[in-house]
């Protein structure tokens, strides 16, 4: 069957940058399991992969604005020390999951100097045009469930 909304979709991908260096893959694991059409995952890669079928293999790359969006200055802020509450050592490159509502949710710390803190909330993939290798491993219909839940069930589920 074809890839289309509100299918589980199987895929082995290899994912490197402009520079060809390789950011990840999972060829040497299990493939990514997705649910087409819901924003599991980046823009570029669904329009790519839609009415593909089992046993396709493509290159695609794509292009920032469909990955993980532009570059955005408006996303680089210092902030005060008291907002990490509870962490010890704030270092250069470390990286926290924001509750934010806006930006990709990761944070990624730029500089510090004393009490004041850069951080940049741009996507570590932010600006970048992304190359995907694909193989279709495997497409079937989501269940019930997984159409409401928005997401795939069974191996990497939650609960
Ligand atoms: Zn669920």
Avoid: W
């Avoid at 599991?40 to 839609?50: D, F, P, Q, V």
């Avoid at 009490?115 to 932010?126: E, K, R, S, V």
């Avoid at 045009?129 to 589920?157: D, M, Q, Y």
Wanted: with cysteine; glycine share 12%.
């Amino acid at each position: 069957m074809q890839i289309t909304d509100n299918t589980a979709v199987s895929i082995h991908y290899t994912l490197t940058n402009d520079a060809g260096e390789e950011i990840d893959s999972t060829t040497e694991g299990e493939p990514l399991v997705y649910l087409h059409g819901t924003g599991n995952i980046i823009l570029g890669l669904e329009k790519a992969l839609y009415n593909r079928s089992v046993g396709d293999k493509f290159n695609v790359r794509i292009e920032a604005a469909d990955a993980y969006g532009e570059f955005s200055d408006d996303m680089i802020q210092v902030v005060s020390r008291a907002m990490f509450e509870g962490i010890d050592n704030v270092e250069v490159g470390m990286q926290f999951h924001a509750a934010a509502n806006s930006g990709s949710g990761v944070i990624t710390v730029l500089t510090v100097d004393g009490d004041d803190i850069t951080i940049d909330g741009n996507h570590p993939l932010a600006g970048q045009a992304l190359s995907f290798a694909i193989e279709i491993v495997g497409v079937r219909p989501a269940t019930k469930e997984e159409s409401s839940h928005g997401h795939i069930h069974g191996e990497g589920c939650n609960h």
